[in-house]
């Protein structure tokens, strides 16, 4: 299975971004997924989380601007971000708890980086 995340870049302060990321492979199921990030020198961290039947989990200091949704069809979820600050200045990571084959494992994407600045 693997995780391909897309949609980073270069954004001023203040703009917006959505990134995504899709699952894709053969004969697997992709249950809970969610986003991390790690800003420089910095450890990585949970974002927020979304499970198949669209129950959300945010790290408290990630409400309100930003959202996480889910395109089941599409085994791809987005992270919406807004009014973005040079703070958010990362890498964003997608990870999913995968059934493969029949067995549980989790999977992680290769990382987008995301730059906010003048």
């Known amino acids: 299975v693997q995780l391909v995340e897309s949609g980073g870049g270069l954004v001023q302060p203040g703009g917006s971004l959505r990134l995504s990321c899709q699952a894709s492979?053969?004969?697997?199921?992709?249950?809970?997924m969610s986003w991390h990030r790690q800003a420089p020198g910095k450890q990585r961290e949970m974002i927020a989380s979304?499970?198949?039947?669209?129950?959300?989990n945010y790290t408290d200091s990630f409400k309100g601007r930003f959202a996480i949704s889910r395109d089941l069809p599409a085994d791809t979820i987005y992270w919406q971000m807004t009014s973005l600050e040079p703070g958010a200045t990362a890498v964003y990571y997608c990870?999913?708890?995968?059934?493969?084959?029949?067995?549980?494992?989790?999977?992680w994407g290769q990382g987008t980086q995301v730059t906010v600045s003048s």
């Open positions: 990870h999913a708890d995968i059934i493969h084959g029949g067995r549980k494992g989790d999977d």
């Open positions: 492979g053969t004969d697997f199921l992709a249950y809970e």
């Open positions: 979304i499970s198949r039947s669209d129950t959300t």
